[in-house]
Nanobody, 118 residues
């Protein structure tokens, strides 16, 4: 079982930056597909960015060019660098881990709140 804990959320002004971190337990982190999702009030949870064990990345169109996902396998941690933040980026951000090509694992962190407001 993999446990996930996010950190780094908070209040930031429009145009500002934040870096989210997600620390994972266990010994299989390097093979996991790691994803960041977000859920804004009254909206469905949506995929923001993902990174595979082979470091392939993908992004939602709404964050391309502003957000960067990365991972440090030595620290069992995945990051989401968020730049040029907009009020519409306000949401609870969730870390997610999956074992590729199987449904064996679909782990979620408790989430961290990001509020973009002046």
């Amino acid at each position: 079982q993999v446990q996930l804990v996010e950190s780094g959320g908070g209040l930031v002004q429009p145009g500002g930056s934040l870096r989210l971190s997600c620390a994972a337990s266990g010994s299989i982190f390097s093979i996991l597909d790691m994803n960041w999702y977000r859920q804004a009030p009254g909206k469905q949870r949506e995929l923001v960015a993902g990174i595979t064990g082979g470091y392939r990345t993908n992004y939602a169109d709404s964050v391309k060019g502003r957000f960067t996902i990365s991972r440090d396998n030595a620290k069992n941690t995945v990051y989401l660098q968020m730049n040029s933040l907009k009020p519409e980026d306000t949401a609870v951000y969730y870390c997610n881990a999956k074992i590729p090509y199987t449904s064996t694992l679909n782990a979620w962190g408790p989430g961290t709140l990001v509020t973009v407001s002046s």
